[in-house]
C-alpha cells in the first residue's frame, strides 16, 4: 500500500509542477537531484531533494552556493539503503553551508569532521548521519540551538568523539549512537529523553542520565567499558518519572554478570513464583550469549502479556549478529530489566527467547531472573 501511496504523491508533485524541474517541490529522481546540485540551477520551489547515493556513480561536490537559489528547502535525505558503503558526495569544508530552514537532515557517509560552521539547526527535527565521518557535531567553542531537535541518529559513526551538551534539546525524544566506538561520555541529555541506543560503544565508560528521567527504552549491550552498571540501574529504576508507565514499561539491557540483591526473590533458569498478594513489580533476567555472537535489543525486542492461566509471560526476541573480531571473553552476560508491572493476576512469571529464523542453534540462554516485589523500596544508593 505505501508504494502505491509514494507513486500517487509524486504523480501529484509533477502536476503540480506540469512536469518543470525546477518548479517541483521534491526531487527524488537521481539525475533530478544531482543536475540541480551540481549545475546550481534550484529555485525557491524547491522544499525538498532525496537521493539514493548507491545510484551515484561519480563524484559529485557540493559548495555552499549550490543551495544559495533554494532557500524555501526543508529536508534533504541523502541515504545508503546498503549501509556503510561510503558515497560519492562531497562537500567542501571551508565555503560549506546547508539551508537555513531544514526539519529534516539525513546524510549517510557524511563526509565532514563537524557540521557546517555557517548552518544553524534551529529548525531541525529529525538529524540523522549514520557512518559519518563526524568526530563532533560543533566546534567546542560553539553552542548549537537544537530546541526543535526530537530525533538524532550518528550510528556507526566510528569516529565521533563527543557529543554537545544536549540538556537544552527539550523536544529530543530519541538519541541513537549504536556502534560509536570512540565516545566516551554520554552527559547531559534532556528529560525528555525516551530512547537511547548506544549498542557497541566499546569505549563508552559512563552514561549520566537525567535526575527525573522518562527514558522508556535503554540498550547499553556490548558496551564493555562501562564502569557504574549498578549506578546505572538504580538510577533507571528509582529515578524515572512517566504517567503512562504502566501502559508502556520500561526496558533496560546492560552488561552484568549478577543480579543485583535488591531483586529480591531470584531462582535460577526462565521462572519464578510471584506473591499473591503482589500489587506490582520488577523483572530481570541473566542472558548469556558465547562468542562470536552478539545481542542487541530494539524496541520491538520483547512483548509481553498475562496469560489466562495466571502467567506473565516476557518474551525476549533480540537482534543476533555474527562478529568476525577477534575478543578475549568468550561468554557474555546480559541483564535485561522490565520495570513498571501491574500484578492482575497471581501466579508465575516466565521468560522466553526467541531466536531469530537466520540462525539455527547459537549458544544464547536465560540462566537466571529475578524479581523486586516491593518497587517503591528499591534503595536510592548501592
Known amino acids: 500500500m505505501h508504494v502505491l501511496v509514494e507513486k ?5 508533485v509533477r502536476e503540480e509542477s506540469k512536469s518543470t524541474l525546477q518548479k517541483q517541490r521534491i526531487l527524488w529522481e537521481h539525475l533530478d537531484a544531482r543536475n540541480v546540485l551540481r549545475d546550481k540551477t534550484g529555485t525557491n520551489k524547491i522544499e525538498g531533494l532525496a537521493q539514493d547515493m548507491c545510484q551515484m556513480h561519480d563524484v559529485l561536490l557540493i559548495k555552499g ?3 544559495n537559489r533554494m532557500p524555501n528547502v526543508k529536508f534533504l535525505k541523502f541515504y545508503t539503503p546498503l549501509g556503510d558503503s561510503g558515497s560519492n558526495l562531497r562537500l567542501l569544508p571551508d565555503a560549506a553551508s546547508l539551508p537555513p530552514m531544514l526539519k529534516l537532515l539525513h546524510w549517510d557517509a557524511y563526509p565532514l569532521r563537524t557540521l557546517p560552521s555557517l548552518f544553524s539547526p534551529q529548525h531541525l527535527v529529525e538529524l540523522t548521519m549514520r557512518y559519518s565521518k563526524l568526530r563532533f557535531l560543533c566546534n567546542k567553542n560553539r553552542d548549537l540551538n537544537l530546541e526543535e531537535l526530537k530525533r538524532l541518529d550518528v550510528s556507526r559513526s566510528k569516529g565521533l568523539r563527543e557529543l554537545p551538551d544536549l540538556s537544552s534539546a527539550m523536544k529530543l525524544e530519541e538519541l541513537v549512537v549504536e556502534g560509536c566506538e570512540k565516545l566516551k561520555f554520554l552527559k547531559e541529555l534532556p528529560q525528555t529523553l525516551k530512547y537511547l541506543n548506544a549498542h557497541g560503544c566499546k569505549s563508552l565508560k559512563n552514561v549520566s542520565l537525567p535526575y527525573n528521567h522518562y527514558i522508556e527504552h535503554l540498550d547499553l549491550s556490548d558496551c564493555s567499558q562501562l564502569n557504574q552498571n549498578e549506578e546505572l540501574i538504580t538510577h533507571f529504576l528509582t529515578r ?5 508507565l504502566q501502559a508502556s514499561p520500561r526496558f533496560a539491557c546492560i552488561l552484568q554478570n549478577v543480579i543485583p540483591t535488591y531483586f529480591n526473590n531470584q531462582s535460577r533458569g526462565s521462572t519464578i513464583q510471584l506473591s499473591p498478594n503482589l500489587v506490582d513489580f520488577y523483572a530481570c533476567i541473566m542472558i548469556t550469549c558465547a562468542r562470536p555472537f552478539h545481542l542487541k535489543f530494539s524496541k520491538s525486542s520483547y512483548s509481553l502479556k498475562w496469560e489466562a492461566d495466571g502467567v506473565f509471560w516476557f518474551n525476549l526476541k533480540p537482534d543476533l549478529y555474527l562478529s568476525l573480531e577477534t ?7 546480559h541483564l535485561v530489566i522490565i520495570q513498571g508491572l501491574n500484578n492482575d493476576h497471581a501466579g508465575n512469571f516466565l521468560s522466553t527467547l526467541q531466536h531469530p529464523p537466520r540462525f539455527d542453534s547459537p549458544t ?19
Open 240 to 244: 524515572g518519572q512517566n504517567e503512562e
Open 8 to 12: 500517487m504523491g509524486k504523480e501529484i
Open 327 to 333: 575478543e578475549e571473553e568468550e561468554t557474555i552476560h
Open 364 to 382: 544464547v540462554e536465560i540462566i537466571a531472573c529475578g524479581v523486586r516485589m516491593n518497587p517503591q523500596e528499591i534503595p536510592n544508593q548501592i
Open 65 to 67: 552556493s549550490s543551495f
